[in-house]
């Protein structure tokens, strides 16, 4: 009877089994009985390898700058609990003796074999092929590493013979890095199709308005044609002729830049769509290979130069009338007006679907974006690619959660999330890990937004249910809020301008009022309709860096910019993008870009934000 040995051995794992249990999390190398060796965190029981465990325990410790001590600490790189090392620093941290038996069964005995799953693709009768990255030199080796010194994917052959001595690092980390500087330059690509799709639409909107100027033009004189009868039928001909030859001169200028913006559309879709399909079905090393060629393509994309501007002819026809002794008939007129691309330009870069339900408040802080998932009672931290970073529950005391708005700010020289939640009629306080919970009970019955005073840090909080905002100390000197209530109904968003103001929005009022820093009302702008710079249930509000309120109007499913005086200014975004109900605004300022939840259709939005 065959053992528990020869049972593995005959066994087929999938790759998967190499690529997240027999791989180090951090340096993507195959774990080893050497420096390679797997010690498992007795905290957390996440694994690494041992070499790179000591790399990222001295780093914390210089970065702390602790002494040498009889005990030392450092937080695991992964859910970054506390780990305990003993005089033996971390060589005497326990081994993984399972992690150390797969390895030994399958790099040294070479009893099991390996199915990668990204080696198995089925084709159309539903059968699974293998598609195998190997090395042309040596066809049965797979391609997992790659030669820092010469460049060049290798496999462990290679390794043994020609890059004896090489340093290298597997090829998953450096195809992740080609990735990363692909990546950028895929998005301005991407953004330069937008772009020139927006020109193609403004030249399609100057031959629709060319057209309909001709016809208007061309009535015109013909009525002037039917008032005159006779007596002026040939002055009428030649107008008309003019009008035609005009006409047909500057709707081939227009017809012919159309054609060509259409031309160079498709050109850059081809290259861009070229490019994203070898990133996502090519193998890591075809990818490392290509990444100049791509790289070269997608800097052609990004180097197209696009009008910014449109210009609109129109024709017209000036009649005169004089006696018909001195009649003079009038002449045709040409009118240029420009229109500016980008109201024919899409400004979503790209959105999360999917993945929230319900989502409320938004921020951002260190280029990162903070989500509310209302539905699922957590926090969602989002890069600005709209990658997930991290997430973290907010009913972390299990006594239920109804998390609404979010904020960051420093508080003893630490970045802390600061959370309104209904549930605790108070704040929820985390790390932006999401550790370290704590909370501020009782201070207002229905907390909706959220700020902190960057002048005074006074934490301000809008109370809906009590219609009110309460204006508490820092977080360092808890006391009784100060209330201030200006006839909201139903308020719900808030921010602070650049020179201190407060800017509230009032739901059912359907405006936004403004505060001094002290709490005195100032102002209010904004009213009910849907006409610019009014209002349909504003709900959350944010400040540009030049002073400028961007306001979520969900009623009208766009996000309204003003000035501070209240004064509008433009819609940063409409229907036409996609948008639904608009809850929460925020902007990573240094990119131009325009963060919004939509809790409609459940997603979050990254667009171009540019007045």
């Not at 996502?280 to 130069?305: A, C, H, R, Y």
């Not at 969602?380 to 009913?395: E, I, L, P, W």
């Not at 030049?546 to 433009?570: P, T």
């Not at 109900?581 to 171009?608: I, W, Y």
Request: net charge negative.
């Amino acid at each position: 009877m065959a053992g528990p040995e020869s049972d593995l051995q005959a066994a087929a794992l999938p790759r998967w089994v190499v690529d997240d249990i027999l791989t180090c999390g951090i340096c993507f190398e195959t774990f080893d009985f050497k420096s390679k060796k797997p010690k498992s965190l007795p905290s957390c029981r996440h694994v690494f390898c041992m070499d790179c465990l000591i790399k990222h325990a001295a780093s914390e410790q210089n970065q702390r700058k602790q002494g040498q001590g009889k005990w030392t600490t450092f937080e695991c790189p992964t859910c970054r609990k506390k780990v305990n090392l003993s005089p033996k620093g971390v060589e005497g941290l326990p081994d993984d003796r399972t992690v150390l038996g797969l390895t030994d069964k399958v790099l040294n005995k070479g009893g099991v074999s390996l199915k990668a799953k990204d080696e198995e693709k089925a084709n159309k009768d539903g059968m699974v092929t293998r598609v195998m990255d190997t090395c042309l030199k040596h066809p049965r080796e797979e391609l997992r590493m790659f030669c820092n010194r010469c460049a060049v994917p290798v496999c462990a052959e290679c390794v043994e013979i020609e890059h004896d001595g090489h340093s290298t690092s597997g090829i998953k980390k450096v195809a992740g890095m080609s990735k990363e500087n692909l990546n950028p330059l895929l998005g301005e690509g991407k953004w330069k199709m937008k772009e020139l799709g927006g020109h193609l639409k403004g030249l399609q909107y100057a031959e629709e308005r060319l057209q309909v100027s001709k016809e208007a033009a061309t009535a015109d004189v013909r009525e002037l044609g039917r008032t005159l009868k006779s007596e002026i039928d040939e002055i009428v001909a030649i107008l008309l002729g003019e009008i035609e030859s005009r006409y047909k001169d500057k709707f081939e200028v227009v017809t012919k830049e159309k054609d060509s913006a259409s031309r160079k559309l498709e050109e850059l879709n081809q290259i861009c769509s070229g490019v994203e399909a070898e990133l996502e079905k090519s193998t890591p090393s075809k990818i490392v290979e290509k990444e100049q060629e791509m790289g070269d393509q997608l800097k052609q994309v990004v180097s197209q130069d696009v009008p910014v501007e449109e210009y609109v002819l129109t024709l017209a026809f000036k009649a005169s009338r004089t006696k018909l002794s001195d009649l003079s008939f009038g002449e045709v007129t040409e009118t240029v007006d420009t229109v500016d691309r980008k109201s024919f330009t899409n400004r979503v870069l790209w959105q999360v679907e999917g993945k929230m339900r319900n989502p409320g408040g938004v921020t951002t802080w260190d280029e990162e974006v903070y989500v509310v998932d209302r539905g699922n009672k957590q926090i969602q931290v989002f890069d600005c690619h709209g990658n997930s970073r991290r997430r973290f529950s907010t009913d972390v005391f299990g006594n239920g959660s109804e998390p609404q708005d979010v904020c960051v700010t420093i508080f003893e020289n630490e970045s802390r999330v600061l959370v309104t939640d209904k549930y605790e009629q108070g704040l929820r306080i985390f790390d932006k890990y999401g550790e370290r919970p704590d909370r501020v009970s009782g201070v207002c019955k229905g907390p909706m937004g959220l700020t902190v005073c960057k002048h005074s840090k006074t934490l301000i909080v809008v109370d809906e249910d009590s219609n009110c905002v309460r204006m508490c100390p820092a977080l360092d000197r808890r006391g009784p809020p100060t209330n201030y209530a200006y006839s909201f109904n139903h308020p719900f968003g808030i921010t602070t301008g650049v020179k201190g103001k407060i800017f509230i929005s009032d739901c059912q009022n359907h405006c936004v009022k403004v505060l001094s820093p002290t709490g005195e009302h100032l102002d209010t702008f904004g009213s009910e309709g849907g006409g610019e710079g009014q209002l349909r249930h504003p709900l959350g509000v944010h400040c540009d860096d030049q002073g400028r309120i961007l306001v979520a109007d969900s009623g009208n499913k766009r996000v309204e910019v003003f000035s501070e005086e209240g004064e509008f200014v433009a819609h940063a975004v409409t229907a036409e993008d996609g948008l639904g109900c608009p809850v929460g605004v925020a902007l990573l300022q240094q990119r131009n870009m325009l963060v919004v939840t939509d809790t409609e259709s459940h997603k979050l939005l990254f667009l171009r934000y540019s007045l």
